[in-house]
């Protein structure tokens, strides 16, 4: 099993719509990406004001560059690490 997690690191006057994150964004890419469980994180303290977390059978490959995905959403770059699921 594969988890790709996404952090949206704290920076000074960036913002997050988690809303418009969590509704649409979210939702596109778990529909894209053929998933039907992302948990998204609003960062209540810690390194990150948000974070989404995506489970797959296999990585999600070149779903990431697919078109749409791109949202005003944040200002943030976001970090990404993918992980084998050892336990």
């Known amino acids: 099993m594969i988890r790709l997690s996404v952090f949206y690191p704290t920076t000074e006057g960036a913002t997050v719509d988690h ?6 964004h979210v939702r ?3 529909k894209t990406w053929g998933v ?3 948990e998204f994180d609003k ?8 974070a989404l977390q995506v489970c797959f059978t296999r990585g999600p490959g070149g ?4 078109p749409g995905m791109a949202d005003n959403y944040t200002s943030i770059t976001p970090l990404l690490q993918t992980s084998e699921i050892v336990g």
């Open 19 to 24: 809303d418009c994150y969590r509704d649409k």
């Open 43 to 50: 960062g209540v303290d810690g390194p990150s004001v948000a």
């Open 28 to 30: 596109l890419a778990a």
């Open 63 to 66: 779903a990431m560059g697919t």
């Open 36 to 38: 039907e469980d992302a």
